[in-house]
């Protein structure tokens, strides 16, 4: 109940009168606290606002510092050298990197996810709900370094069989196929990354589903809706909105992870056709091992990946809420 | 349900800190066994002349001496009470903070640029940054075939090895240089550093010096294929993670592995060892001009023991117009590490001291500093 605002992305529509409350508040005809109040938040609006300019100002002078002395073209070069002379660096394989292992990580986590919340929610026995809830919400403060270590002491050499065996039947497709490397590719980082997110999307779902209005469901099953029928008809589609909000919190999460990626990937600076051969990089991980040893043109260099990054996030971020604003008619506002 | 939520916030804080206060004690005791391996400090700790050092140093860079600085460090602290604050950021990062006036000196692998030697002019009131040779290191080629415990390889097979051209570990190459061992046909996994590193700044110039290597040198890995791994710690986690892989790293980091015997051309293949490397700097010659003593070195050696595959990291330091608060206590610690006590720390810690001739200018260059 508590966190209802931050889950439901539509904010409810207000009734009239306390549309004219709101309006003396804002002139803050008020007492002092009000308007003292009013200062403050007004003060940390605008504080976000100008401290996301600051960010964007910042990459943009020193990635326009670099791109300048890039002699190769910076988005579609399968390089990164920037110690050459003329230096030659391109995004190119960390944007695909970017992409692709996060997208392997939404496909993997957000089914789960949603399964789980589900199960925490309709079908889980009440002695269960807590200890499930209380250890996805362990797997949400494990470090990710920390996952990058397991990544690559447990996970990668166990990840052998899967690879095997997703080479014997699916080779043919040429996005399985697997030469007998150390399985330090993409799939093993998309993997690990939806094992990081898991949480994040779960908890939000759970607890978007939690709103779901108990005469909606009672309905249902008054209809003779099985159990089944009644998270398909009222839950899934009054939580939809609020699971695709959970799934962009764990897609930022996947885009900008550093650590992990770098310790489990076997990065380099060409694409990959299958995803078990090692290869590619990320923006993050590429920041994250450069960074120690680069001059001032590598990290401006490094600086100008990030704002791409950047850039892509900001426009996956405002797709999702485009998504959003046309599902509202099932958002939880209209119940 | 606020309540039964604030519940399992508390139970989660609680299991929070039980687990990171279970890593803190971990943490600690690791380093406990770090302390009880220098036992010879207490004995070594007496000779060290401190002269006038007080105070704090600031100091950045290499990040393959990192643990003979630690060494030294530790000794050094302890004579003379001075904090010496080595960060090993790389050396990259270590000769900017020299150039910006961050640090009393820096480590780096590789000796300063022209461009460099110029900026820190700013820095060194009417003088300039020089290179001390310092550290020695043999680079360690170590490997994970199962059943061969004695390889031997030669630059031209390492090469083509390191650049995908050789694949299978029963090529007639590496047959060639070994009749006798029973080879697998098994898939060659040639491991590299992901991050910028001076280990492979070090190791592509003997492949570019011995065989025949295109790519252009640097601290980054450049040639395709193979698997990367970050640190020379990954580097070596790796090989040993996968049969039929092959990496380079510090000869520290060889533990519990079979390691590259060089076919240099002398009599007998050359293992990596403290002594092979140091062998190997002996044949250096020095190229710094002035007090500058950055070194060139052999690696197309084909002296009897000489290791080729040789790493020396350098402090650098203001020959002239050093900062007077940090002076005395730069001065003592060089001369310490460059003294007899100091060049025996390293061998201790799989490092190479440096030879007796180029260690003595160094003394010399020490003495001069102001």
Known sequence: MDIKTQTTDAPPPTPQPAVAEQKRAARGAGRPGDRIFLGLSRGSGILLLVLMAAIAVFLTYRASLAIGQDHGNFLTTFEWNTNLNPPVFGIAVLAFGTVVSSIIAMALAVPVAVAIALFLTHYAPRRLRGPIAYVIDLLAAVPSIVYGLWGALVLVPHMQGLYGWLDTYLGWTGVFSWDGGAPRAMLTVGILLAIMILPIITNVSREVFRQVPRMHEEAALALGATRWEVVRMSVLPFGRSGVISASMLGLGRALGETMAVATVLSPSYDIQASLLDPGGGTFAQNIASKFGEATEQGRDALIASGLVLFVITLVVNGAARAIIARRKEYSGANA | ?370
């Open chain 2, 1 to 370: 349900m606020m309540l039964q939520r604030k519940n399992r916030l508390r139970a989660l804080s609680l299991g929070a800190v039980a687990v990171s206060g279970a890593l803190a004690l971990t943490a600690c005791g690791t380093d406990d066994t770090g302390k009880a391996g220098g036992s010879s400090q207490a004995a070594n700790a007496g000779s060290v002349k401190c002269d006038n050092a007080k105070g704090q140093l600031l100091a950045d860079g290499s990040s393959a001496q990192k643990n003979a600085i630690d060494a030294w460090v530790k000794q050094f602290s302890q004579a003379c009470g001075v904090q010496i604050n080595y960060k090993g950021g790389g050396s990259g990062a270590g000769v900017t903070a020299f150039n910006q006036g961050q640090v009393a000196f820096a480590g780096s692998d590789s000796a300063l640029k022209p461009e460099e030697v110029t900026a820190s002019k700013k820095v060194c009131k009417g003088g300039q940054g020089i290179d001390l040779p310092m550290v020695g290191g043999p680079i360690a080629v170590g490997y994970n075939v199962p059943g061969v415990d004695d390889l031997v390889l030669d630059a031209p097979t390492l090469a083509k090895i390191f650049d995908s051209k050789i694949t299978k570990w029963n090529d007639a190459a590496i047959k060639k240089l070994n009749p006798k061992a029973k080879l697998p046909g098994l898939k060659i996994q040639a491991f590299h550093r992901s991050d910028e590193s001076g280990t492979t700044d070090n190791f592509t110039k003997y492949l570019k010096a011995t065989a025949d290597w295109k790519y252009e040198g640097g601290k980054a890995w450049q040639a395709k294929g193979g698997q990367a791994a970050s640190g020379s710690a990954g580097v070596a986690q790796g090989v040993k993670q996968n049969p039929g892989a092959i990496g380079y790293f510090e000869l520290s980091y060889a533990k519990d592995m079979s390691t590259v015997a060089i076919d240099t051309g002398a009599k007998a293949p050359v293992k990596p060892s403290v002594e092979s490397a140091t062998a190997d700097i002996a044949a250096a010659k020095v190229v710094g001009t002035g007090k500058d003593l950055s070194l060139q070195l052999d690696y197309a050696t084909k002296a009897e023991g000489a290791y080729p595959i040789t790493l020396v990291t350098y402090e650098i330091v203001c020959d002239k117009g050093n900062k007077p608060d940090t002076l005395p206590a730069t001065k003592a610690f060089l001369n310490y590490i460059a003294g007899e006590d100091g060049q025996k720390v390293l061998s201790e810690n799989d490092y190479a001291p440096i030879p007796a001739e180029i260690i003595g200018k160094v003394r010399t260059t020490i003495a001069g500093l102001n």
